[in-house]
T-cell receptor, first 112, second 109 residues
Framework: NAGVTQTPKFQVLKTGQSMTLQCAQD?????MSWYRQDPGMGLRLIHY???????DQGEVPNGYNVSRSTTEDFPLRLLSAAPSQTSVYFC???????????FGNGTRLTVT | EDQVTQSPEALRLQEGESSSLNCSYT??????LFWYRQDPGKGPEFLFT?????EEKEKERLKATLTKKESFLHITAPKPEDSATYLC??????????WGAGTKLIIKP
């Protein structure tokens, strides 16, 4: 059981560069989401999706885009990286709104 | 404003020394309270969901309880492998999750 798979595990970007964080799940979950985790703070929701073709903004969406063309994949795009986007990013999926989240192991992103 | 506060920020215990972690919350219309465990370099792993005041859930050395204002995660006779960061999240009436900053638990052998 792979669960939720995130790639890459680590990434260093220069300010202004763009990149895509990949997320795939093999549990046939409709709900997927992206969080960022910063020291001393709770997880913050960036974007989420309730099914293929449907996405919506979370608490901190600025500077990020998402798309959901299949049930399995939910990539997160950084349009023009900024040092404030240095963080650990987690993708999660669940079978419903109030079901437990299954998390990937994260991508540690550093923007210089 | 919905808020979740976890205390303490860090807790160091000797192996076998029981204690409790606290998650206090203010939320409009609680739908559920979730506990997760996070190991270094890993994503959070689900432990429990509690839905109403008075509810209790147990798993091995862990027991979670819920009141109208807070939840406790009781750890009985912990072992070094229980060392992790424990996260609490509350789901409000709009199904939005509000996360606490976590408690880092260190169990010394």
């Amino acid at each position: 059981n792979a669960g939720v798979t995130q790639t890459p595990k680590f990434q260093v970007l220069k300010t202004g560069q763009s990149m895509t964080l990949q997320c795939a799940q093999d549990m046939n979950h409709e709900y997927m989401s992206w969080y960022r985790q910063d020291p001393g703070m709770g997880l913050r929701l960036i974007h989420y999706s309730v099914g293929a073709g449907i996405t919506d903004q979370g608490e901190v969406p600025n500077g990020y885009n998402v798309s959901r063309s299949t049930t399995e994949d939910f990539p997160l795009r950084l349009l023009s990286a900024a040092p404030s986007q240095t963080s650990v990013y987690f993708c999660a999926s669940s079978s419903g709104y109030n079901s437990p989240l299954h998390f990937g192991n994260g991508t540690r992103l550093t923007v210089t | 404003e919905d808020q979740v506060t976890q205390s303490p920020e860090a807790l160091r215990l000797q192996e076998g020394e029981s204690s409790s972690l606290n998650c206090s919350y203010t939320v409009s219309g609680l739908r559920g309270l979730f506990w997760y465990r996070q190991d270094p370099g890993k994503g959070p792993e689900f432990l429990f969901t509690l839905y109403s005041a008075g509810e209790e859930k147990e798993k091995e050395r862990l027991k979670a309880t819920l009141t109208k204002k807070e939840s406790f995660l009781h750890i009985t006779a912990p072992k070094p492998e229980d060392s992790a960061t424990y996260l609490c999240a509350v789901q409000d009436s709009n199904y939005q999750l509000i996360w606490g900053a976590g408690t880092k638990l260190i169990i010394k052998p």
